[in-house]
């Protein structure tokens, strides 16, 4: 129950962070005087990267759903709530659909579009040629026959679907399935045309299939972003490495950490992409839940093991006297159980990304004011200008380091820390 409450959440954050991204879209008017020009300004330019990157970050994270749905109906505990779990997946799947459509046939129905975010965005870390692979995926035939199959399975169930509007969980999503599923809409799918002559001849053979096969069927293919996802296993960071940090780590510290195969390595900015706040036991129940980390399923308390499940990391310890520190914890404990800020929106607190959760615990305490900075329009803050700033201000001290060059397989601590650190992503004399 917990696993389906919690892809339901962040199924919700999704659809509105979808729709937040569909209306922030470059406008019809704007890309038209692109094309006219031939050319994206500098300012243009800026904002089609910012853009693509939300896109990229929340195409990413409904994968992340559709995997966990796959995940729960492999569990045969789950068997009584697949149908629940399928129209977690489904709508999943429909969303993903909506926002390819968007991407395809809204802002890139123009070559110079096309070429345009098929370059490489180095601030987002966006290799070349993702625009192309999503088109690739989007009219790939078996693709589109695993998206027939989950309709014949939509289409068999529709009445048990529906019954399910009443249901404190998923009600929400079955309420507004049709609505979902008009990006499914046979007649209307543009991207039909260049694939319907490689599958009209097959999907009538396809029988009846079960939930589990479906969602599988949409896992096999329909459109990853990169060849890699996040490498879960044989991760850099041992036991002998955990168990040595574990004891240096203080209340307050902030770990940034890395992957050194993710997705998210797409569109983050930077070497170093992800925060989270070590918390320390705080005679909480549960002493083993140490660190307040945002992630795609929300604020939530988790044990160092699951945080340091990473490739590279490094400790920034704040130079704040105890009681700010304090200070800085308890404000972090007001947003748990917040859901991910999948817009990357700082404006509104009442969802959190990870480097908003640092800075809503500290900016503000003993005049220590974290700058924010511009992106397309909006104020954020990535990992690395976090670290800029604790740097430049010496607001924190880099206190340890582990998986960059000169510490490989042993996490280092001290005043060398500062220039592996630096090393690890920029130039140390700039």
Known sequence: MIALKTLSDTMRGLI???????????????????????????????????????????????????????????????????????????????????????????????????????????????????????????????????????????????KELILLSTDPIVGFLARQLRELETSLDPSKRNYIKGAWRYVSHKWRRRGVVSAQNVIASILEGFGRVASEIVEKTNKRVTEEVLESIAAFLQPGDVIITRHAKALTNLFMPGFWPHAAFYVGAQDRRDPGMCVLEARKDGVLFRP???????????????????????????????????????????????????????????????????????????????????????????????????????????????ETVRNALLTSYRDPSS
Not at 109 to 123: G, T
Not at 354 to 375: F, K, M, Q, W
Not at 394 to 413: D, K, M, N, R
Request: include cysteine.
């Open 16 to 158: 509105e962070a979808a729709s937040q991204m569909q209306n922030d879209t470059p406008t019809e008017t704007q890309l038209a005087a692109i094309i006219e020009r031939g050319e994206f300004r500098p300012a243009e330019d800026e904002a089609i990267g910012f853009w693509f990157a939300r896109f990229l970050s929340i195409r990413e994270s409904i994968w992340v759903v559709i995997e966990d749905v796959q995940a729960q109906l492999d569990n045969p505990d789950n068997q009584l709530d697949e149908l629940r779990y399928f129209l977690l997946g489904y709508s999943a799947a429909c969303v993903l659909v909506r926002i390819d459509r968007l991407l395809l046939f809204r802002v890139a129905d123009h070559s110079i579009v096309q070429r345009k975010l098929n370059e490489e965005f180095p601030e987002y870390r966006i290799p070349r040629k993702q625009f192309t692979r999503i088109f690739s995926a989007f009219v790939d035939n078996s693709n589109v026959l695993a998206l027939y199959d989950a309709m014949k399975y939509r289409r068999k169930h529709r």
């Open 304 to 414: 160092l093991h699951d945080t340091l499940s990473v490739d590279a990391f490094v400790v920034l310890r704040p130079n704040l006297n105890a009681e700010s520190i304090g200070k800085a914890i308890a404000r972090a404990f007001m947003h748990e159980g917040k859901m991910y800020n999948f817009d990357f929106d700082f404006f509104n607190s009442d969802r959190v990304v990870c480097t908003e959760l640092v800075y809503r615990s500290y900016d503000g305490l003993a005049d220590l004011h974290i700058p924010l900075v511009d992106h397309a329009g909006r104020r954020v803050l990535s990992a690395e200008q976090f670290i800029d700033f604790a740097l430049e201000s010496q607001a924190f001290t880099p206190a340890a380091i582990f998986g960059v060059e000169g510490c490989e397989s042993e996490v280092l601590y001290g």
